[in-house]
């Protein structure tokens, strides 16, 4: 079946750090793959996804690159803010789609000034 | 973007009750949603899909007597948990897709229940 695993947390980081989460899935088919990011209090919001080998997610500053030879999709961002202090989730629906996704455990990340 | 609320946020109640967690789209029509459950430092876990007026469909290993889903409207999906019991305490969380996106998955805030 379908897995996604991610790096554990929490991570700590000084605001401006280069961040990186890592993420790598196991699936058959070509599934989609997504970052989640939970803030305090809130429910989890889509913050990229990629639907295919070599496509890039990016948006507010973070990427992540669909890599199907190394079945991973790293998140990225150069300079983090204390904003960004969140639970990112990294996910995958397979090739049938229907939303149903499957979900890694979480990495927490907090950025300190 | 569009919202969906989870109520109550938390709740604890005593072994052998009952207690019904609600999931709302505000501002959206969402034909379908799905239930989550989420323990401590695992990952969410797709429980089951329910689709406006019709039984919901459970994954493997959920039990459907335990965990009764009805999604009646478009804009309300409820979870009861029966009988709860201590192992039942978790984070349950919803999510909604529907009429006004791409497909995109919306998801509420989370409903803790503890269960004494």
């Known amino acids: 079946g379908n897995s996604v695993t991610q790096m554990e947390g929490p991570v700590t980081l000084s605001e401006e750090a280069f961040l990186t989460i890592n993420c790598t899935y196991t699936?058959?088919?070509?599934?989609?793959l997504f970052w989640y990011v939970q803030y305090p209090g809130e429910g989890l919001q889509l913050l990229l996804k990629?639907?295919?080998?070599?496509d890039k997610g990016s948006n507010k500053g973070f990427e992540a690159t669909y890599r199907k030879e190394t079945t991973s999709f790293h998140l990225e961002k150069g300079s983090v803010q204390v904003s960004d202090s969140a639970v990112y989730f990294c996910?995958?629906?397979?090739?049938?789609?229907?939303?149903?996704?499957?979900f890694g455990t979480g990495t927490q990340l907090k950025v300190e000034l | 973007g569009a919202v969906v609320s989870q109520h109550p946020s938390w709740v604890i109640c005593k072994s052998g009750t009952s207690v019904k967690i609600e999931c709302r789209s505000l501002?959206?029509?969402?034909?379908?949603m799905f239930w989550y459950r989420q323990f401590p430092k695992q990952s969410l876990m797709l429980m089951a899909t329910?689709?406006?007026?019709?039984?919901?469909?459970?994954e493997q290993g959920v039990e459907k007597d335990k965990f009764l889903i009805n999604h009646a409207s478009l804009t309300l999906s409820t979870l009861t948990v029966t009988s709860a019991h201590p192992e039942d305490s978790s984070f349950y969380i919803c999510?909604?897709?529907?009429?006004?996106?791409?497909?995109?998955?919306?998801f509420g805030e989370g409903s803790r229940l503890t269960v004494l």
């Open positions: 999510s909604a897709t529907g009429t006004r996106n791409t497909g995109e998955l919306f």
């Open positions: 699936a058959t088919g070509y599934p989609s």
């Open positions: 990629a639907t295919k080998a070599d």
């Open positions: 996910a995958l629906s397979d090739t049938g789609g229907g939303n149903k996704l499957t």
């Open positions: 501002d959206f029509q969402a034909t379908t």
């Open positions: 329910s689709n406006e007026g019709s039984k919901a469909t459970y």
